[in-house]
């Protein structure tokens, strides 16, 4: 693997083509791509990927094969097929994404579950006297609110603390990031504390930046965090990852947004360690103390069916010019001259410049729009959802004192953004139907104050 590629955050892409890849006869035609897409609603601008993903209709019916397999005969499908079935998938995983062990794999439902058991046992570090008072847990101020939560639930109630950093934005370099991390764990060390996790986002959702994971994780390393949870909802499927050269203790990926398995799937590394971890799923099952692989594979009767379709999602993505890598590689090129496009129409800019994009992109909203609040945002997410069948979310970018902001053409201050997915069922008219309504309200000097109602 070149040391420069995208994989974890590098600035640098390269285009390397395998020679004993299929001919281009044999991949998927336009024609194919909107069959396997076809129970999508009709009429819908739906660049919004990000939020809940896609999946095709050879996936699901895949999935609905493993559905009928265990109303047939669940007992045979429990001790059969279910447990082999699991591994066949974390098989798959392991490989993509370099592990050294299919056991540092678990299946959860989502990034979210992840978090909780990464934070529970934080919890009990505090609980049983391991970590101190006032010890803390440091992450960007934009890391996914469940994961705030969690934090709430788990940590803050049994004496640790939080620092919180801002991430930058609009960001013009990774130099910027890094500097705030670690400025935040300075923080987090203040008075004689100690940094118990960092968490660190891959991919951050809003707003939406590739970050250099790998030179935070290294930072941590030489900051002495103890340890360090990569949270990565948004990719695989977006961008390539090695954990090994990530470095990281934990990392979780949802697998329904961005590699096409229908909700709910997301894969946890944990790294393998001379002690074993004292990690658990947070469902408690008679196979408590197994290990989080064989925990996770087990916590009741539920349909396990979008765990079990990996091995059919590699299937469908074979069938594209490149495979997987090809997929994220197009969709960050259509996804970013699609954000080009829009803010050249708009006068605006782009949140982050292309090579700190994946197939999300920010784009700058015209000033004259007057979106104030994250009330005015959702206001206007709705008006273009009811009103002109765009589904994009909006997010309203919250000056601090001093800060002056970016001006569009109009020499206004730009404070919301949208942001842009791009995924193989995309088509140049979903991004020019957002063009046009944005480009509309503001000809006819709508604002979010006047907007009408949904």
């Given at each position: 693997?070149?040391?420069?590629?995208?994989?974890?955050?590098?600035?640098?892409?390269?285009?390397?083509?395998?020679?004993?890849?299929?001919?281009?006869?044999?991949?998927?035609?336009?024609?194919?791509?909107?069959?396997?897409?076809?129970?999508?609603?009709?009429?819908?601008?739906?660049?919004?990927?990000?939020?809940?993903?896609?999946?095709?209709?050879?996936?699901?019916?895949?999935?609905?094969?493993?559905?009928?397999?265990?109303?047939?005969?669940?007992?045979?499908?429990?001790?059969?097929?279910?447990?082999?079935?699991?591994?066949?998938?974390?098989?798959?995983?392991?490989?993509?994404?370099?592990?050294?062990?299919?056991d540092?794999?678990?299946?959860?439902?989502?990034?979210?579950?992840?978090?909780?058991?990464v934070?529970?046992?934080?919890?009990?570090?505090f609980?049983?006297?391991?970590?101190?008072?006032?010890?803390?847990?440091?992450?960007f101020?934009?890391?996914?609110?469940?994961?705030?939560?969690?934090?709430?639930?788990?940590?803050?109630?049994?004496?640790?603390?939080?620092?919180?950093?801002?991430?930058?934005?609009?960001?013009?370099?990774?130099?910027?990031?890094?500097?705030?991390f670690?400025e935040?764990?300075?923080?987090?060390?203040?008075?004689?504390?100690?940094?118990?996790?960092?968490?660190?986002?891959?991919?951050?959702?809003?707003?939406?930046?590739?970050?250099?994971?790998?030179?935070?994780?290294?930072?941590?390393?030489?900051?002495?965090?103890e340890?360090?949870?990569?949270?990565?909802?948004?990719?695989?499927?977006?961008?390539?990852?090695?954990?090994?050269?990530?470095?990281?203790?934990?990392?979780?990926?949802?697998l329904?947004?961005?590699?096409?398995?229908?909700?709910?799937?997301?894969?946890?590394?944990?790294?393998?360690?001379?002690?074993?971890?004292?990690?658990?799923?947070?469902?408690v099952?008679?196979?408590?103390?197994?290990?989080?692989?064989?925990?996770?594979?087990?916590?009741?009767?539920?349909?396990?069916?979008?765990?079990?379709?990996?091995?059919?999602?590699?299937?469908?993505?074979?069938?594209?010019?490149?495979?997987?890598?090809?997929?994220?590689?197009?969709?960050?090129?259509?996804?970013?001259?699609?954000?080009?496009?829009?803010?050249?129409?708009w006068?605006t800019?782009?949140?982050?410049?292309?090579?700190?994009?994946?197939?999300?992109?920010?784009?700058?909203?015209?000033s004259?729009?007057?979106?104030?609040?994250?009330?005015?945002?959702?206001?206007?997410?709705?008006?273009?959802?009811?009103?002109?069948?765009v589904?994009?979310?909006?997010?309203f970018?919250?000056?601090?004192?001093?800060e002056?902001?970016?001006k569009?053409?109009?020499?206004?201050?730009?404070?919301?953004?949208?942001?842009?997915?791009?995924?193989?069922?995309?088509?140049?008219?979903?991004?020019?139907?957002?063009?046009?309504?944005?480009?509309?309200?503001v000809?006819?000097?709508?604002?979010?104050?006047?907007?009408?109602?949904?």
């Amino acid at each position: 693997m070149a040391a420069d590629d995208r994989r974890n955050g590098d600035l640098t892409n390269h285009n390397h083509r395998d020679p004993k890849k299929p001919r281009l006869s044999e991949f998927l035609t336009e024609s194919d791509i909107r069959s396997e897409f076809a129970h999508h609603h009709t009429g819908v601008a739906r660049v919004n990927n990000g939020s809940f993903g896609c999946c095709p209709s050879s996936v699901l019916d895949a999935q609905r094969e493993w559905q009928l397999r265990f109303l047939r005969q669940p007992d045979e499908f429990y001790f059969n097929g279910l447990r082999r079935g699991l591994l066949a998938s974390r098989t798959v995983i392991s490989s993509l994404i370099n592990a050294d062990d299919v056991d540092e794999v678990s299946l959860v439902d989502n990034a979210t579950t992840a978090a909780a058991i990464v934070l529970q046992r934080v919890g009990r570090c505090f609980s049983e006297g391991r970590y101190q008072k006032e010890d803390t847990v440091v992450m960007f101020h934009c890391a996914f609110q469940s994961v705030k939560k969690s934090i709430q639930a788990y940590v803050t109630r049994v004496g640790g603390s939080t620092v919180e950093v801002r991430l930058p934005f609009p960001v013009s370099s990774n130099d910027e990031i890094v500097s705030a991390f670690r400025e935040g764990l300075k923080k987090g060390r203040a008075n004689g504390r100690t940094v118990r996790l960092a968490i660190i986002d891959h991919i951050t959702s809003m707003p939406c930046v590739l970050m250099p994971v790998r030179e935070l994780v290294n930072v941590c390393r030489e900051e002495g965090v103890e340890e360090v949870f990569v949270d990565a909802a948004h990719a695989i499927g977006s961008v390539k990852v090695d954990v090994k050269e990530i470095g990281a203790d934990y990392y979780v990926s949802n697998l329904h947004k961005w590699f096409f398995c229908p909700p709910s799937i997301a894969f946890f590394y944990c790294r393998k360690r001379s002690s074993e971890p004292d990690v658990h799923h947070p469902v408690v099952s008679h196979e408590f103390g197994n290990g989080l692989a064989i925990e996770s594979a087990w916590i009741g009767t539920r349909d396990y069916s979008s765990q079990l379709v990996v091995p059919s999602v590699m299937n469908f993505v074979s069938r594209f010019e490149g495979g997987i890598d090809g997929i994220m590689e197009r969709n960050h090129d259509e996804a970013v001259r699609m954000g080009l496009m829009l803010c050249g129409a708009w006068g605006t800019n782009l949140g982050s410049p292309p090579e700190m994009c994946v197939a999300m992109v920010m784009i700058g909203l015209p000033s004259k729009l007057c979106v104030e609040s994250d009330e005015d945002a959702a206001k206007l997410r709705s008006y273009l959802r009811v009103h002109r069948s765009v589904e994009v979310p909006v997010y309203f970018l919250g000056l601090r004192d001093g800060e002056e902001g970016v001006k569009d053409k109009d020499s206004g201050v730009i404070t919301a953004y949208v942001r842009i997915s791009r995924q193989v069922y995309n088509e140049t008219e979903d991004y020019e139907r957002l063009r046009d309504a944005i480009t509309e309200l503001v000809k006819d000097q709508m604002t979010c104050q006047n907007l009408p109602p949904v």
